[in-house]
């Protein structure tokens, strides 16, 4: 396991610097890679969604190639992220593949222009005290589930929600005001 302490330093160094895009996304990048290396992970296989200062719209912060591919109504009864965002805890689904679910993202071609199916799905909420600002999602892509990898655990689900609580004081100093979708 990739040791998380200094990471959490580099964040520290980051929050004395200020708010900038620049410390935002390497931020983010940074969470992605971490949860990629502890998990056996592609970078595709992490997406982190923000919402909008209303709460009503949770949009792709990461990966990059998901930024412009549109919003998720918190509201919505078949997105993943909305329902762990509204239900404020985390979620695995192992059987991603046959429960009802917005299908449209898995479409947008990753990098190397490819499309993998997603097999199995673990989130959390991004939040600091009774605030939350959006969820990451841990996904496992693949032809086939046998492609995919290895059920996701509680203890998983356990090791993301104490982590990203960990990272969630830094990430929330450099968040975008009024986050909604591409930052220009």
């Not at 509204?86 to 898995?106: A, D, S, V």
Request: charged letters at 25%; glycine letters at 6%; one cysteine or more.
């Amino acid at each position: 396991m990739k040791d998380i302490n200094a990471l959490l330093e580099k964040f520290r160094m980051i929050n004395v610097n200020g708010q900038s895009s620049s410390h935002y996304k390497a931020m983010l990048e940074d969470i992605a890679q971490f949860y990629c290396e502890n998990f056996g992970l592609d970078p595709d296989e992490v997406s982190i969604l923000l919402s909008d200062s209303d709460n009503m719209v949770l949009s792709f912060a990461y990966p990059e190639h998901l930024v412009n591919a549109g919003m998720i109504p918190v509201s919505s009864p078949d997105a993943f992220a909305a329902r762990v965002f509204k239900l404020n805890k985390g979620l695995i689904e192992n059987n991603f593949h046959q429960m009802k679910h917005l299908h449209l993202f898995e479409y947008v071609k990753g990098p190397g222009g490819s499309v993998r199916k997603i097999w199995k799905m673990m989130s959390t909420v991004l939040r600091q005290e009774e605030y939350k600002f959006g969820v990451i999602e841990i996904s496992r892509k693949g032809e086939t589930a046998q492609e995919a990898g290895e059920n996701f655990t509680q203890e998983n689900l356990v090791f993301l929600e104490k982590t990203i609580a960990e990272f969630v004081p830094y990430l929330g100093k450099v968040l975008p005001d009024n986050f909604r979708g591409k930052l220009v």
